[in-house]
């Protein structure tokens, strides 16, 4: 999480040295505007063809340089902010995964006939050893979907992608296309994406297109989801069809889309960070769970095959 984060604050020191470039009158070279080739995907291929059709169509790029580079540093702090959250539980789980080999090496040293029935007590140890371990794990993955909102593993590229493709439709609403139009070669352009959830071809691929019942449901059923998709997810599907729906209005009313995506965008971002929060709140009292199933049971299994060998020596 952390070299994302790094990952993320060079996109955006990139991104703000072409934007201080243009912003002071001069044209970056062709060796500054290939940085955006070594950008992680989907980051380059997103900067680099919102550029050039930018300025294909010779409208500004720097707004669309500022809208990247906000983007990129609130990825990073998001990250950073979900890493430090649940510290807390990572030293949990590491302290878990020492708890059994300790005990059993403590009751070792201190109960002499277990010395006496060393390949029973090896066995009962692996065993204890293999339940710490186990909650170690466990630990890992509840922090792990915390700080993913409660987002399954499958799924958690589309947390990114959709923020991805609001800047996709800012950038071809900008460079002068109508918002319908704008809509269409943004499905279009994340669903050729290789590697790219069935995330998009859920949203419509046209601003008009009925949108079906419980879409979440197919969505989820074809990204290899089972069972009900968990409320994450469904979030995930309806900023979509929000924005389509807010794209009939503007078209409706003759009103501009830009400014009503923009707000839609960071209203999602508002409450995915609330979402996180709220997931990493419980985080605690969830890691209760690996503790009471895995943990106890290993120590009281150990305390009990103790006292039994040492009973069983005194007869």
Not at 123 to 151: C, H, N, P, Q, Y
Not at 162 to 188: C, H, N, T, Y
Not at 257 to 270: C, D, I, W, Y
Request: hydrophobic share 50%; proline share 6%; with cysteine.
């Amino acid at each position: 999480m952390l070299a994302q984060a790094r990952g993320l604050d060079q996109i955006a020191d990139d991104l703000i040295q072409l934007q201080e470039t243009l912003e002071s009158g001069w044209v970056p070279s062709p060796e500054q505007w290939s940085v955006m080739a070594k950008f992680p995907e989907p980051w380059s291929t997103l900067c680099q063809s919102s550029i050039a059709e930018l300025r294909d169509a010779g409208a500004s790029v720097v707004p669309t340089l500022k809208s990247l580079r906000t983007l990129a540093q609130a990825q990073a702090v998001a990250t950073r902010e979900a890493h430090s959250k649940s510290a807390q539980s990572k030293l949990q789980a590491m302290a878990c995964s020492g708890l059994g080999p300790f005990f059993a090496g403590f009751l070792w040293f201190m109960m002499p006939a277990l010395q006496e029935n060393a390949v029973t007590w090896a066995v009962t140890g692996a065993f204890a050893v293999a339940l710490s371990v186990m909650a170690m794990l466990w630990i890992i993955k509840l922090s792990e979907d915390a700080r993913w909102g409660g987002v399954p593993l499958i799924f958690r590229p589309a947390v990114f992608e959709v923020q991805i493709a609001f800047e996709k439709f800012f950038e071809l609403l900008r460079s002068g296309k109508p918002a319908d139009l704008a809509w269409f070669e943004m499905i279009r352009f994340f669903s050729d994406s290789p590697g790219s959830l069935p995330l998009f071809e859920s949203w419509g691929q046209t601003v008009w297109e009925p949108t079906p019942e419980k879409p979440e449901l197919k969505f989820f059923k074809n990204a290899g989801g089972r069972g009900k998709p968990p409320e994450s997810v469904i979030a995930l599907i309806a900023v979509g069809h929000s924005l389509k729906r807010m794209i009939q209005a503007s078209l409706v009313d003759g009103q501009s889309s830009l400014e009503r995506a923009q707000t839609l965008l960071l209203s999602f971002q508002s409450e995915w960070r609330q979402r996180v929060d709220a997931e990493l709140q419980k985080l605690p009292t969830r890691s209760l769970q690996p503790l009471y199933f895995c943990v106890l049971p290993a120590l009281v299994g150990l305390l009990v095959v103790a006292m039994v060998l040492t009973a069983s020596q005194s007869f």
